[in-house]
Structures are given as C-alpha cells and as structure tokens.
C-alpha cells in the first residue's frame, strides 16, 4: 500500500511485540538527506515526507528512523531541528502507547511540547511548512489520554 505515492512498511515495529525490519530497510529514504541542506531543502527530503507519513499512518519507529538523519542535518538550535526533534519524540510517544507505558508517553509529550515550543519562539508559527499549534494539539491530546 502507498500513502501519497510513500510505500507504506509490511508492518508497524512495535519492541518487544513482533519482529524488526531488516538492517538498512529504510536507507534509501534516510540517504535523500545530505549534509549542509537548507531547512527547505531538508523539508523537501523523501525522508522528511516519508516520516511525516509513517507519523500519520501509525508507522512510529519507521517514522523516527527516517527522521533521525534529518534532525542530524538541521542546523543547531534552528527551528527546524527543534521542529524535527518535537516530531520525533512525538512518534516515540505513540509508539509507547503501543507497548502500553503511560508514564513515558506523558514524559515524552512533554518533551515534543518543549521542542515544538522552542521551534515556534526560533521560527514562528510554521516551521519546515508545518503548523506548530496543531503539533501542540496534536501532542496535547495524546498526553490526556
């Protein structure tokens, strides 16, 4: 199955649960980064868009290992690698749901909210084309659950 022509993983890697992707499954994705891209550059990567799929797919530690190498690109404290480490942490939240541990899924929402509020006093209200105070919501809500 695609989403928005991204090839969706057999499986959502749940530790502990079922069985991990192979070693290097998602290096194609994570080598569209290269070092020294701009933030739109890097907002316009496969593994940008590929994360921000598996994000919303329910693919959460597909969706943190196609980001990491683009947090690894961003510029230090830019907005854009406060943007991509709130993103991160958030799918690591999800992920957490899953494997059923409540107190790290507040823990780790509320270090997204502290990346995405960093990311908005840094960048504004959009960062890297996303809206942070939907992230907030986003993060918010699943905090409360």
């Not at 569209?32 to 890097?42: F, N, Q, T």
């Not at 690109?73 to 854009?80: G, K, L, N, V, Y």
């Not at 992920?95 to 823990?107: D, E, F, G």
Request: some cysteine.
């Amino acid at each position: 199955m695609t989403v928005a022509g991204v090839p969706l993983p057999g499986h959502a890697y749940v530790p502990g649960m079922n069985a991990r992707h192979a070693e290097g499954a998602f290096d194609g994705v994570r080598n569209s980064v290269v070092a020294g891209m701009s933030e739109a550059e890097l907002a316009d990567t496969q593994a940008f868009r590929t994360g921000l799929i598996y994000l919303e797919q329910g693919f959460y530690w597909e969706a943190h290992e196609v980001l990491e190498p683009v947090w690894m690109a961003c510029p230090e404290d830019s907005a854009a690698r406060q943007m991509v480490q709130g993103l991160i942490q958030l799918a690591n939240a999800y992920l957490k749901v899953r494997m059923m541990r409540p107190r790290a899924v507040v823990r780790l929402c509320d270090i997204a909210l502290g990346h995405f509020a960093a990311a908005r006093q840094l960048g504004g209200k959009r960062v890297m084309g996303i809206e942070i105070s939907g992230m907030q919501r986003q993060v918010e809500t699943l905090r409360e659950t």
